[in-house]
C-alpha cells in the first residue's frame, strides 16, 4: 500500500464526523523567540493605535513594529497562500521577500532556490524545517543540503517564519542565508473537497477535514472550539500531471497527512503521521545552441529516460508549555527516506556509445529532536528572558552514483555507507533596557561527526569530526514614530558532504567539514504611513567557501571564499479591507573574496542572481470575488567566472481568480505565466557533446525553459 494511502482511511473518518473543529483564532505554535519577543515594549505595538487597515495586515502577515529583531525577519500566515496562484508547492517559499524557487528537471526533484546572490542549489545555505522536521538533507545523493518540498501541502499551512542572515541562535546547519519554519494547522474550520484540472494533463485531489477524536470514538461529544480534548486532521493529496513536455512527465503524485493534537497555544501536544510518495521523468536542462538552431524543439529532451522517484515517511510529536515564569517546548522525529535520480547533462562527452546519463540512489533513516527551555527574570532590574536550547540529529544514509543507460546501471562509481551526527547547543537571552532599546545576544556551539565506510573505494573511508562556535548579537532601536531600527551581527556554518570531507583521492587540500559563515545587517521597520509596512535591510555576508563536493560527478571541488552584499525593500500596503499590494525589491552584489579563485578568471560567481523584484496586487473577498495577480522580475545573472555568459532577465506573471457559486461551493482559475513569455528557470555554463560523433563543446550552455501559459480550473468545496 503506498504510504499516503496509509493515511486515507483516518483522513476520511475525520471528514465523516457530523461536527468539525475550529481552528484556534490565535497563531499557535508560538517559539520562545516569539514569546521574548511578546516582552517589547507596549508603545512597539500598541493595539490602542492599530486600525482597521493595520489589522487587515496582520491577516496576511505578522511583520508590524515590535514583532521581530531584524529588518529581514517575518511570518506569512496561511491565509496569504490562499489568494496565490501556485505552479508548484516549493513556491509557497515566495512569500519570502527576496526568495526565488525554480526548476530545472521533473516536478518531483526539489527546486532551485535563489536568496541574497547565493545559488542554493537545492537548498544548502536555506535551512527549512516542516512541522519541525529539517527538510535538507546533508550528504544527499544529488546535493549537499538537498531541500525537497514537494510534499508540502499549501492548504493546510497555518504559518511561515522566515529569517534571514546568521544572526539568530536557534538556527544551526545551512542557515547562513536565512531558515524558514513552516507550520500546519492543528484544526480546519470546514472540511476541503478541492477538485483541479488543467493543461497538459494536469489532475489535483485534496480531501482534508478534522474533527474532536470523540466524534470518532463515541456520541455525546461536541466538536465546537470551547470543547476539550484531542483533535484529529486528516489530509490526502492525489496528482497527476505530464508539464507541456514533448516526453510526458507523468507525475504521480500521492501525500498523506494525520495529525492528533490537543491543549492550547500555552500548554498542549500534536503527534503527527505524514506519508509521500512520487514518480516522474525528467525533461532536464538542454544545450541552449540547439534551441536557437531548432535543431531541438523548446520543450524536448535530449535523453528521454532521465526522472525519478522518492518517498518520504516521517512520525513526529510536539509537547509546549507555557506559564508566567517561562516555556519549555520538545520535539521529536523518525523519518525514512528514499531517493533516485537519472540525469544527463554531459549526454555523449564521457561514453560515446552508451552516453552519460548516471543514477544517483539513496536510502536514509533520520532520528532527531530538539528540547529547549525558556524563563523570565530580571537582569539588573529589567526585563528580560533567557533561552536554552539543545538540537540533536542522526542520518544513516546508503548513497550511491552509478553510471546508467536508459536508467539501468552499469558500472558503480561509488557506494558508501554514511553516520552523520549532528548536535547543537545554544543560549540566548533577550532583554528590554529601555522603552526604546532591547537586545538579543546568542551563542551556539555545533559539533558533527561523520563515519563514512567507502564499500567502492576502501581508501576513502575515514571518520572525521569537527566543531564551530557562532555567536550572534542584535540591537533593536525604537519605535519612534512607529519606526524601528535594527543592527545585526552573527557566525553561522553549512556542512559538507561526508564523502567529499572523507575522500583523499581526488583533492589534494582537505575539505573542511563545517563551512563558517559570517554576516551583518542594519534596517529599519516603519509603519509610519498607516496601513503601509515598509522594511529595509542594508546587509553583508561572507563565506569561507563555495560549494566543495559535486555528487554528480562524485568528486570535491574546492572553491574559493565569497563576500556578497545588497540591499532589500519590502513593502505590504493595504489600501482598504479588500486591496492589498505587495512590492518587493532585493539587489545583490556577489564576488569571490580573490580574484582569479579556483584557477579560472574572473571574481563573477555562477548562477549568483543580483537583481529580483515582486509585484502583487490582491483583491480579498470583494463580494463573491477574490484575485490574486504576482508578477515576478529575476534579473540577468553570470553563468562563468569570468562574466563572459550571462542568462537574459526574465519577468513572469501568474494570476488567480475566484468565485464563491454558494457559501460552501468556490470555483477558480488558475492562469500560469499569463503573457506566455519565453523564459529560462536556469542556466548552466556546462561542457558536453550532443552526439556519439559531435565536437565536444567545452563552454556551452544548457537551459531549463520555463513553462508556457497554462490554465487550471479547481471546484472547492467546504464540507
Not at 497538459?200 to 480531501?207: A, E, P
Not at 558508501?416 to 551563542?443: I, M, S
Request: aromatic content about 8%; proline content about 5%; overall charge negative.
Amino acid at each position: 500500500m503506498k504510504p499516503a494511502l496509509r493515511c486515507l482511511l483516518l483522513a476520511m473518518a475525520a471528514l465523516a464526523a457530523n461536527n468539525h473543529a475550529r481552528a484556534q483564532a490565535a497563531a499557535p505554535g508560538s517559539t520562545g523567540t516569539d514569546r521574548a519577543q511578546a516582552q517589547a515594549p507596549a508603545a512597539a505595538a500598541s493595539q490602542a493605535d492599530a486600525d482597521a487597515q493595520e489589522v487587515q495586515v496582520t491577516a496576511h502577515y505578522m511583520n508590524g513594529v515590535g514583532t521581530s529583531d531584524a529588518a529581514s525577519q517575518g511570518t506569512v500566515r496561511g491565509e496569504r497562500l490562499t489568494d496565490l496562484p501556485l505552479l508548484r508547492p516549493g513556491e509557497v517559499l515566495e512569500t519570502v521577500p527576496g526568495l526565488v524557487v525554480t526548476q530545472h528537471s521533473g516536478d518531483g526533484k526539489a527546486n532551485q532556490y535563489f536568496l541574497r546572490g547565493y545559488n542554493l542549489d537545492h537548498g544548502t545555505d536555506f535551512a527549512t524545517f516542516v512541522e519541525g522536521v529539517p527538510i535538507n538533507m546533508p550528504t544527499n545523493a544529488h546535493g549537499q543540503g538537498y531541500t525537497d518540498l514537494n510534499f508540502l501541502m499549501p492548504e493546510l499551512v497555518e504559518k511561515i517564519d522566515y529569517r534571514k542572515g546568521p544572526y539568530f541562535a536557534e538556527d544551526g546547519d545551512f542557515s547562513s542565508a536565512g531558515s524558514a519554519r513552516i507550520k500546519y494547522v492543528d484544526s480546519l474550520d470546514h472540511g476541503i473537497l478541492d477538485l483541479t484540472a488543467g493543461d497538459n494533463g494536469y489532475r489535483r485531489l485534496v480531501l482534508a477535514g478534522s474533527a474532536a477524536l470523540s466524534n470518532l470514538t463515541g456520541p455525546g461529544s461536541s466538536s465546537t472550539p470551547s470543547s476539550t480534548g484531542p483533535r484529529i486532521l486528516g489530509a490526502l493529496e492525489v496528482e497527476h500531471d505530464n508539464g507541456p513536455w514533448t516526453t510526458p512527465e507523468g507525475v504521480r503524485k500521492y501525500n498523506g497527512v494525520v495529525r492528533i493534537s490537543d491543549g492550547t497555544v500555552a500548554n498542549g501536544w500534536s503527534a503527527d503521521a505524514l506519508g509521500y510518495t512520487n514518480h516522474w521523468t525528467s525533461t532536464d536542462q538542454v544545450p541552449l545552441e540547439l534551441i536557437q538552431s531548432g535543431q531541438l524543439g523548446r520543450f524536448s529532451a535530449l535523453d528521454p529516460t532521465d526522472g525519478g522517484n522518492s518517498v518520504r515517511d516521517v512520525l513526529t510529536g510536539e509537547w509546549h508549555q507555557h506559564d508566567e515564569r517561562g516555556y519549555s517546548n520538545v520535539s521529536a522525529y523518525v523519518e525514512h527516506y528514499k531517493l533516485k535520480l537519472w540525469s544527463n547533462f554531459t549526454y555523449f562527452e564521457a561514453d560515446p556509445v552508451r552516453g552519460d546519463q548516471f543514477e544517483q540512489k539513496e536510502a536514509r533513516n533520520m532520528v532527531g529532536g530538539q528540547a529547549r527551555h525558556g524563563w523570565q527574570h530580571a537582569l539588573f532590574g529589567n526585563d528580560s528572558t533567557t533561552e536554552v536550547g539543545v538540537q540533536l540529529r542522526h542520518d544513516h544514509i546508503d548513497v550511491g552514483l552509478f553510471d546508467s543507460e536508459a536508467r539501468v546501471p552499469f558500472d558503480t562509481v561509488s557506494n558508501d555507507r554514511v553516520n552523520e551526527t549532528e548536535v547543537g547547543a545554544y543560549l540566548q537571552n533577550t532583554t528590554t533596557w529601555a522603552p526604546w532599546l532591547r537586545t538579543l545576544l546568542g551563542v551556539r556551539e555545533d559539533h558533527v561527526d561523520m563515519d563514512v565506510r567507502a564499500l567502492e573505494t576502501p581508501a576513502d573511508s575515514a571518520r572525521v569530526s569537527a566543531s564551530k562556535f557562532s555567536p550572534k548579537a542584535s540591537l533593536i532601536f525604537g519605535p519612534w514614530a512607529r519606526t524601528e531600527f535594527f543592527a545585526n551581527a552573527g557566525r553561522g556554518f553549512h556542512s559538507n558532504d561526508a564523502r567529499g570531507v572523507a575522500a583523499t583521492a581526488d583533492s589534494a587540500d582537505p575539505v573542511p567539514a563545517l563551512v563558517a559563515s559570517k554576516g551583518a545587517e542594519l534596517g529599519l521597520r516603519t509603519e509610519i504611513i498607516p496601513g503601509l509596512q515598509t522594511s529595509l535591510a542594508f546587509w553583508r555576508l561572507d563565506s569561507d567557501s563555495e560549494l566543495v563536493y559535486t555528487a554528480d560527478e562524485g568528486g570535491t571541488e574546492p572553491n574559493g571564499a565569497s563576500k556578497r552584499h545588497g540591499i532589500e525593500l519590502n513593502n505590504h500596503l493595504i489600501l482598504n479591507r479588500w486591496l492589498l499590494i505587495d512590492a518587493d525589491m532585493a539587489w545583490t552584489h556577489a564576488r569571490y573574496a580573490d580574484a582569479n579563485a579556483n584557477g579560472e578568471m574572473g571574481d563573477f560567481i555562477g548562477n549568483a542572481v543580483s537583481r529580483v523584484g515582486l509585484l502583487g496586487v490582491t483583491l480579498h473577498e470583494l463580494g463573491p470575488w477574490s484575485a490574486g495577480l504576482i508578477t515576478r522580475f529575476i534579473g540577468s545573472y553570470p553563468l562563468s567566472q569570468d562574466g563572459t555568459l550571462t542568462t537574459p532577465s526574465a519577468i513572469v506573471s501568474n494570476l488567480l481568480v475566484k468565485r464563491a457559486i454558494t457559501p460552501r461551493v468556490t470555483v477558480q482559475l488558475d492562469v500560469l505565466n499569463v503573457f506566455d513569455r519565453k523564459f529560462y528557470d536556469i542556466a548552466y555554463e556546462q561542457d558536453y557533446r550532443v552526439t556519439p560523433t559531435a565536437a565536444i563543446n567545452p563552454t556551452g550552455v544548457t537551459v531549463h525553459p520555463g513553462e508556457p501559459r497554462e490554465f487550471r480550473v479547481s471546484l472547492n468545496f467546504q464540507l
